[in-house]
């Protein structure tokens, strides 16, 4: 009943994320009125970015933050859960409802792309792994950061750090790209970073079954440091009053 | 009350507590070096003036927040501990719930987090519902609830799984009479099952109805604690003499605090109207030459200003 309870707290915590969800979905069909030819558009990779990269910032927006800025976890954190329960099932709440929405929003673009025949479907449920697979290494991101970040600006702070780790990047890679400074840095971001690049990779069938495997196995291990990092933050975390 | 002779586990300890909040160059010490010692069955009033570090204190045995020194047990856990937790319940000065959810959807929220089974969370949702009078909103979103509605409510949260420490900070905040009447009932009733009640209101009146054992916290120490020390300046005794008899009279009264003194008389702290008979024989016993004798009975409130406006000039 605890698990049940805090998993679906995530879905019912704001009436926003329905409308979020609703929004996200709806998103997808106008889309197919444009008359994208079928090697142009790939759908794959347009839900692993539309929903596995952006959809999980906009659910988890102060998931944590909220209720600690709003004085919640002032109740929530006298109840006999342990603070990584309250961690791990909010997270397996955000997994779970990316699973629904992307077997969803999947459902959707088959039906839509089988009627009009517009843009491509190549290799559609490895998107669709790679879709959950991003979504839960940046809904773990996310999360975590909101343990320490008040209100909903977790989000905002995860693409202000992606924004600004990927500038630098463009830079090296313009005036120093055989440095070994950049190649450092390349590494640094692809293997700590939510793993985007490597899951593009599988989704375009562009590594071999071991590596796809290993892509795999990284991204889930990715989310659960990232986890980890949150839960750890989350056990030092004090939940102090305004006043006194 | 304190000394925990009742229970071999007391239900608070806490040793030397001291709690500095640190932001940037500045530090606060909100507690410094409490100790305590709570058994059950009790209820305690938490007094004191803003900034003393009531809700701090409360916070600390809550688990909330961590003390800089010392240690905090909670029916000989530590505090925080899961355990510790599974015995307490909390209400915070302005709680805040999920506005989506109704009172019961809230209820049954927290009673799962309690691990409760199915068939025990309708139960206690209801039994719940029904003591604190909710159930005519059982079903209406938190979010259009006054600020009574949801102390309401915090109290019922409280008492999910039937807790044997419950600390409330300004509970009866929003409440009107009624509701206070009844929060009163409550906390009466909880107390008759054993259970241990500290509750920290501004409101001082309504603690002298709950209970004769206090806290007093002073810029973040216990200023005084125990009930007889609370009861034994309880009145105010207003000797009038002949003059030159009062410093007579002080010697004499040895036993009893001295509060005023001038020309024509003196003050003393008494019990109550029991002490009076004492007091005068053992004046007149002496030959002291007494015009008047009054009894100006001190409520709490009256009490701890003047513990409070007395502490402050020392």
Known sequence: MKAHALIIETFRRRQAILIIHLAWLGAYAPLFLIPFPPKAWQWGGFLFAWSGCLLPLALSAGIFGHDIASGRMRLLATEPVRLWEFYLYRLLGLSLQAAVHLLTAGTLILVLQRLTGRGNIDRFAVWLLASWLIFSAWAALSTSVSVVVSREHNSMLVVLATIAATFPLYMLLLFFEDSIGTKIYIVVLRYAGPPVELLVRLGRGRCSLPGGLGSIAHSLLLTAFYAAIGILLLNRREFTAIKD | ?314
């Open chain 2, 1 to 314: 009350m304190n000394g925990g002779e009742k229970d071999a586990v007391p239900v608070i300890e806490c040793r030397e507590v001291t709690k500095v909040y640190r932001g940037g160059k500045t530090a606060v010490r909100a507690l410094d070096r409490v100790s305590l010692r709570v058994s059950g069955g009790t209820i305690i009033g938490l007094i004191g003036p803003n900034g003393a570090g009531k809700t701090t204190f409360l916070s600390l045995i809550a688990g909330l927040i961590f003390p800089t020194g010392g240690t905090i047990r909670v029916c000989g856990h530590p505090a925080r501990s899961l355990e510790a937790r599974r015995s307490l319940g909390y209400i915070p000065e302005s709680p805040a719930f999920l506005a989506r959810y109704s009172a019961r959807a809230m209820l049954e929220y927290h009673a799962a987090l309690h691990g409760l089974s199915r068939a025990a969370i309708r139960e206690e949702t209801d039994r719940l519902l029904a003591q604190l009078r909710l159930e005519e909103y059982a079903d209406r979103a938190v979010g259009g609830f006054s600020l009574g509605m949801r102390q309401r409510l915090a109290l019922a949260i409280a008492l999910l799984d039937r807790p044997r420490l419950l600390l409330l900070d300004e509970p009866s905040n929003g409440l009107d009479p009624l509701g206070v009447i009844e929060l009163r009932q409550v906390l009466l009733e909880v107390q008759r099952t054993g259970a241990t009640v500290i509750i920290s209101s501004h409101r001082l009146g309504e603690l002298e109805r709950l209970t004769s054992d206090y806290v007093f916290l002073h810029q973040g120490r216990i200023v005084e604690f125990a009930s007889e020390l609370a009861a034994g300046q309880m009145g105010r005794l207003r000797i009038e003499l002949l003059p030159g008899s009062p410093l007579v009279a002080e010697e004499l009264l040895t036993s009893y605090r001295p509060l005023e003194m001038s020309e024509a008389g003196l003050v003393v702290g008494v019990g109550g109207v029991q002490d009076v008979p004492r007091v005068v024989s053992s004046l007149v016993q002496a030959g002291v030459q007494i015009t008047g004798v009054a009894l100006e009975a001190q409520d709490i409130e009256q009490t701890f200003v003047r513990l409070y406006q007395e502490g402050d000039g020392s």
